[in-house]
């Protein structure tokens, strides 16, 4: 054979096995993130966690997408048909989503599932949850070094347990600077109902109410409710302390700090465990020392330096173990 017609074949061989090595390379990954009530836009919970999708679409090259929450069947129906597309993983927010990732789960066994901020059953799923109760505590040391009175509101957006643990940790950190302080609770909705956390309208009635009491500053652990509870805020001038993400460019005239819950981290980490094949399941446990839950920068506008100066003491004397906030053990 002609050793210039065989040096063609050769190549003409390599280029082939290259074309079929491309054309058999696995597909990128799907990514689907059901979201929590209230949707997107907010500014809370529900942005938090697609940021960290956004920036896994970015850096780790999975296609993405979003899912809006719709109750009872609708949701059900929705996480089964992004199993059968081929969604893979799959990720939920929120205990609205247990039910229906237990049971969508268990029907894909080779597709992976994850919940966050809950928990589901499964041998394919991942649930990730948040001891919030440390930064909840510095969160209630801060209003109460705020509250000239001793009378600190606390705005709940559902009779659940992760708001019971929320409120829990916060009066704890009342009681830590001013054990006679009182914390008024209150809660936009019932056992169980998820719409309080996106009920702006009630979050606004229920805060101002508490401002009229006589209530220095408050709290805000509401979801996208959150944003009513801002909005009163700054119509009565009155200082807020809030949770998810950081709230303070809403309304910096009266949004103190915000106790974030890191949403986005924990989406792009659970995301590029499943692109490097280390997503396990089971529960992970995310709190402050682990960096799932912070805190933002303090208003330095809204909190005289003295009173920071105290507020930095408390956190670094947690930090280090000398203050031990103590576990929720309600349901």
Same mark, same amino acid.
């Given at each position: 054979m002609n050793k210039k017609f065989y040096f063609f074949l050769s190549t003409i061989t390599v280029l082939a096995l290259g074309l079929a090595g491309c054309a058999a390379a696995a597909p990128k990954p799907k990514v689907a993130l059901m979201l929590g009530r209230g949707g997107l836009h907010d500014l809370a919970f529900n942005d938090s966690a697609n940021t960290g999708l956004q920036k896994a %679409?970015?850096?780790? #090259? /999975?296609?993405?997408?979003?899912f809006l929450y719709q109750s009872g069947n609708p949701q059900l129906d929705a996480v089964r048909q992004a199993a059968k597309d081929? !969604?893979?993983? =799959?990720?939920?927010?929120g205990a609205e989503n247990t039910q229906a990732i237990t049971t969508v789960a268990a029907e894909y066994p080779k597709t992976s599932f994850a919940i966050i901020d809950a928990t589901a059953q499964g041998a394919n799923v991942t649930s990730v949850t948040f001891i919030e109760t440390e930064g909840d505590f510095l969160a209630g040391a801060l209003a109460a070094l705020l509250s000239p009175h001793g009378k600190i509101g606390f705005l709940g957006g559902a009779d659940v347990t992760v708001i019971r643990r929320i409120e829990f940790g916060f009066k704890e950190g009342v009681a830590y600077v001013n054990p006679q302080a009182q914390v008024d609770a209150q809660l936009i909705a019932?056992?169980?109902? +998820?719409?309080? +956390?996106?009920?702006?309208?009630k979050a606004q009635i229920l805060t101002r109410n508490m $401002?009229?009491?006589?209530?220095? =500053? /408050? $709290?805000?652990?509401?979801? #996208?409710?959150?944003?009513?509870?801002i909005l009163v805020a700054g119509t009565a001038g009155k200082p807020i302390i809030t949770t998810g993400s950081d709230q303070r460019w809403i309304n910096?005239?009266? /949004?103190?700090?915000?106790?974030?819950?890191?949403?986005?981290q924990v989406v792009f980490d659970l995301i590029q465990q499943f692109t490097q094949g280390k997503l396990q399941p089971g529960t992970i446990t995310m709190d402050y020392k682990s960096g799932g839950i912070g805190m933002a920068p303090i208003s330095t506008t809204l909190v005289?330096?003295?009173?920071?100066?105290? !507020?930095?003491? =408390?956190?670094?004397?947690?930090? %280090?173990?000398? =203050?031990? /906030?103590?576990? !929720?053990?309600g349901q």
């Amino acid at each position: 054979m002609n050793k210039k017609f065989y040096f063609f074949l050769s190549t003409i061989t390599v280029l082939a096995l290259g074309l079929a090595g491309c054309a058999a390379a696995a597909p990128k990954p799907k990514v689907a993130l059901m979201l929590g009530r209230g949707g997107l836009h907010d500014l809370a919970f529900n942005d938090s966690a697609n940021t960290g999708l956004q920036k896994a %679409a970015g850096q780790l #090259g /999975v296609d993405t997408q979003t899912f809006l929450y719709q109750s009872g069947n609708p949701q059900l129906d929705a996480v089964r048909q992004a199993a059968k597309d081929g !969604y893979n993983p =799959i990720l939920a927010l929120g205990a609205e989503n247990t039910q229906a990732i237990t049971t969508v789960a268990a029907e894909y066994p080779k597709t992976s599932f994850a919940i966050i901020d809950a928990t589901a059953q499964g041998a394919n799923v991942t649930s990730v949850t948040f001891i919030e109760t440390e930064g909840d505590f510095l969160a209630g040391a801060l209003a109460a070094l705020l509250s000239p009175h001793g009378k600190i509101g606390f705005l709940g957006g559902a009779d659940v347990t992760v708001i019971r643990r929320i409120e829990f940790g916060f009066k704890e950190g009342v009681a830590y600077v001013n054990p006679q302080a009182q914390v008024d609770a209150q809660l936009i909705a019932g056992t169980n109902d +998820f719409s309080g +956390f996106a009920d702006a309208g009630k979050a606004q009635i229920l805060t101002r109410n508490m $401002y009229l009491n006589g209530d220095d =500053i /408050v $709290y805000a652990a509401a979801g #996208g409710s959150d944003a009513g509870a801002i909005l009163v805020a700054g119509t009565a001038g009155k200082p807020i302390i809030t949770t998810g993400s950081d709230q303070r460019w809403i309304n910096p005239r009266v /949004v103190v700090t915000s106790r974030t819950k890191n949403m986005d981290q924990v989406v792009f980490d659970l995301i590029q465990q499943f692109t490097q094949g280390k997503l396990q399941p089971g529960t992970i446990t995310m709190d402050y020392k682990s960096g799932g839950i912070g805190m933002a920068p303090i208003s330095t506008t809204l909190v005289p330096a003295a009173t920071l100066a105290k !507020y930095e003491q =408390i956190r670094a004397d947690l930090e %280090a173990g000398k =203050i031990t /906030v103590q576990p !929720y053990t309600g349901q």
